[in-house]
Antibody
Framework: QVQLVQSGAEVKKPGASVKVSCKASGYTFLDYDVNWVRQAAGQGPEWVGWINPKDGETGYAQKFQGRVTMTRDTSITTAFMELRGLRPDDTAVYYC???????????WGQGTQVTVSS | QSVLAQPPSVSGAPGQRVTISCTGSGSNLGAQYDVHWYQQFPGTAPKLLIYRNKNRPSGVPDRFSASKSGSSASLAITGLQPEDEADYYCQSYDSTLSGHVFGTGTKVTVL
């Protein structure tokens, strides 16, 4: 079965960077884009960006342009999301999800809590 | 910064029918992009409930149905069950933002 297993919770100071991993299994990693979505406490999901594992092409939400980088390592079927210049309002649960060709997310990781606090 | 508007909450007694609206604009739902729906329980990841406007993934009960017309979409739950108490989000693509957008979310309460 499809599984996306994310790295553990992180606590960072303002201005630092965080890198979250998403290990995929149960399907052909190269066949589906990986979407990254975050959700602050009590808020709805917010799209961060996507990566095509096959060629590494990425697409980022405008508000994160310049601060986020998504990469992948096909040898370990893992996608990564790095967010730099962290601010307290970046505190959220970050999810990875498989993105189908019709732009919906059909499988989700368990989420990674990122807390930004001085 | 959600561009898809949903009512904050809806409620109903067990067995009743409730509907959740999702209102977009000409750059997302009105531009004929598909709408998808997710169900989320506290502390867990969203789960795909409806894809491409009206389709249920395997395992989703048929009491969940959805439709889309113009710049709006709706999700209906008929025969409401206590286990349906959750948050529901619509999602689509927006051509102005060049990315995915989610709804503001609706909390369903079973009375």
């Amino acid at each position: 079965q499809v599984q996306l297993v994310q790295s553990g919770a992180e606590v960072k100071k303002p201005g630092a960077s965080v890198k979250v991993s998403c290990k995929a299994s149960g399907y052909t990693f190269l066949d589906y884009d990986v979407n990254w979505v975050r959700q602050a406490a009590g808020q709805g999901p917010e799209w961060v960006g996507w990566i095509n594992p096959k060629d590494g092409e990425t697409g980022y939400a405008q508000k994160f342009q310049g601060r986020v980088t998504m990469t992948r390592d096909t040898s370990i079927t893992t996608a990564f999301m790095e967010l730099r210049g962290l601010r307290p309002d970046d505190t959220a649960v970050y999810y990875c999800a498989t993105l189908t060709e019709y732009d919906y997310c059909d499988h989700w990781g368990q989420g990674t809590q990122v807390t930004v606090s001085s | 910064q959600s561009v898809l508007a949903q009512p904050p909450s809806v409620s109903g007694a067990p067995g009743q029918r409730v509907t959740i609206s999702c209102t977009g604009s000409g750059s997302n739902l009105g531009a004929q992009y598909d709408v998808h729906w997710y169900q989320q329980f506290p502390g867990t990841a969203p789960k795909l409930l409806i894809y491409r406007n009206k389709n249920r993934p395997s395992g989703v009960p048929d009491r969940f149905s959805a439709s889309k017309s113009g710049s709006s979409a709706s999700l209906a739950i008929t025969g409401l069950q206590p286990e349906d108490e959750a948050d529901y989000y619509c999602q689509s693509y927006d051509s102005t933002l060049s990315g995915h957008v989610f709804g503001t979310g609706t909390k369903v309460t079973v009375l």
